[in-house]
């Protein structure tokens, strides 16, 4: 199956950045469409972008502009760069993959693979 393994949370100010990776491993190999979600304490998961396997990206409304997802397909990982943090961005960070046909349309069902998370916390 396929593994996922999400580093580069932590704590930042609010007004600052964080680039949270997703590294990738195992298979099967067609499982390339990833999606990055979020689970702020209380609240329910809510997807927050998606890189298809031919690297059409989308964003969630609150994020558009400040995150920008990205891939390196030879190291089999996705990137989650995060400018301009909020209070409101904390949460528990997951990334996903979904089926290499998958074209990111807000369907969470087909994220078949998980990673365990990465906590992200921005002081105000």
Request: charge should be positive; aromatic fraction near 10%.
């Amino acid at each position: 199956q396929v593994q996922l393994v999400e580093s580069g949370g932590g704590l930042v100010q609010s007004g600052g950045s964080l680039r949270l990776s997703c590294a990738t491993s195992g298979s099967p190999l067609n499982y390339d469409a990833i999606g990055w979600f979020r689970r702020a304490p209380g609240k329910e998961r809510e997807g927050v972008s998606c890189i298809s396997s031919s690297s059409s990206s989308t964003y969630a409304d609150s994020v558009k502009g400040r995150f920008t997802i990205s891939r390196d397909n030879a190291k089999r990982t996705v990137y989650l760069q995060m400018n301009s943090l909020k209070p409101e961005d904390t949460a528990v960070y997951y990334c996903a993959a979904a089926p290499r046909n998958y074209r990111c349309s807000n369907d969470e069902a087909q994220f078949r693979y998980w990673g365990q998370g990465t906590q992200v916390t921005v002081s105000s």
